[in-house]
């Protein structure tokens, strides 16, 4: 009786660093197919995956959380934080789709660099969602600083991809294709500035 009126607390933290896990790795496969398009169709396909898997775990966040009363944060930042995760690994997936898609032959070295930008982004985005159950609020403030650090890099070389890929490429076709994975690769790290802002909320209700 008592374990059915106090159910087994659900741990959202837990849930946090898988899907962290897995938008991190959604960003390996993009920077190994943004280096070698030869295996591009391997790993969107890899990226795909870890697509269904990141519906699958946001999908379980909030079924979760509509049947849990007490929950470790507030409801709205569970809801925002898992969603936004779910966004980036969205946006990963969008920009290789498009390049398999588009049948994008000859990798950008631009393209590659905000591959791995975006990757690097993950992996402190992991440490810092690994601190939310300690409550070490210190250490999540030093890494959100890092991911809007990051977010600011990637707003550079998207810039200076855009300036080089209208210089430098004399078909307008491929100008588009790579114009639109670069919006895709642009706007997930935007994303990852969004779990930052988030986790920074966090700190600042709790801290």
Known sequence: MIKKIFPKEINFFEMFEKAALNVNRGAISLVEMMD?????EVKAKEIYEA?????MLTHEVLRR?????????????????ISRLDDVLDLIWASADRAVLFKLNNPLPEAAELAKTLHETTEIIIKAISCLKDKK????????????????????????????LFDNIKDPIIVIKWKEVYEHLEDASDKCEDVANILEGIVLKHA
């Open 65 to 81: 959380l509509n049947k849990t009363f007490i929950t470790p944060l507030d409801r709205e930042d569970i809801h925002s934080l």
């Open 137 to 164: 609020y210190s250490y999540i403030q030093e890494y959100c600083i890092e991911i809007n650090r990051l977010e600011n890099r990637c707003d550079r070389i998207f810039r200076e991809a855009l300036v080089k």
């Open 51 to 55: 697509e269904q898997e990141g519906d």
């Open 36 to 40: 070698n398009f030869g295996v591009a």
